[in-house]
């Protein structure tokens, strides 16, 4: 077999190394971007499959949230929104604990 660079020398080739159809996708933009609305998905029983034979009749242990893992991702600036409002809510528990028992204020 010839080698790559042979081949992206032929002139009738030489095209789709400039092409950027023919690119490889960034490891970044692979996956697809969903918001926290649906990051149930990847542990909810619903959408939970197990497979124990693929589509040629050969056995595998493979489920769909493998899957979903693979072609999917959260959002970042949704996966920083929902870490910011863990530590708030965190912070505003740590704050109840930390308040006197004699002098509890109201908070509005």
Not at 35 to 53: E, I
Not at 59 to 64: G, H
Not at 89 to 105: L, S, T
Request: proline share 4%.
């Amino acid at each position: 077999m010839s080698s790559q660079e042979e081949i992206l020398s032929d002139g009738r080739f030489s095209c789709v190394a400039r092409d950027p159809r023919f690119w490889e996708m960034p490891e970044k933009e692979r996956k697809v971007k969903i918001d926290k609305r649906f990051r149930a998905m990847f542990h909810d029983k619903k959408f939970k499959l197990r497979y124990t034979v693929d589509k040629r009749g050969r056995p595998v242990n493979f489920s769909s949230t493998e899957n979903l893992r693979k072609f999917y991702a959260l959002s970042e600036s949704d996966s920083d929104l929902s870490e910011s409002e863990e530590r708030t809510e965190k912070e505003k528990k740590e704050k109840k604990k930390k308040k006197p028992k004699g002098k509890a204020e109201t908070d509005s």
